[in-house]
């Protein structure tokens, strides 16, 4: 299967909820707190936990930013620098 979401970790978020102390609102995440569709965020550190804990293979991963691109400082730190996550999955054998 494939999944993409929002990475909650990304930098532009935490310094939101640090210096202005309320849930981020961004392209990625465009909906206030409370008025959210039905679904679950995380980061891609949490997704990658879930991944191994229900015994899922991650085949592909990226993050990406806002321009859909993915950078060399991403590929080190994409839970800190990548605003999106595309993974590529499937079961352990």
Request: proline share 6%; net charge positive; with cysteine.
């Amino acid at each position: 299967g494939i999944v993409t979401f929002p990475n909650f970790a990304h930098w532009r978020n935490r310094l939101q909820i640090a210096l202005g102390g309320q849930m981020p609102v961004s392209k990625q995440l465009p909906h206030k707190w409370y008025n959210t569709p039905n679904i679950h965020l995380c980061t891609i550190k949490d997704f990658k936990v879930l991944c191994e804990e229900l015994g899922i293979k991650v085949d592909t991963f990226a993050a990406l930013n806002s321009n859909d691109a993915d950078s060399a400082p991403i590929s080190i730190l994409p839970n800190l620098l990548g605003e999106i996550a595309l993974t590529k999955f499937s079961r352990k054998t």
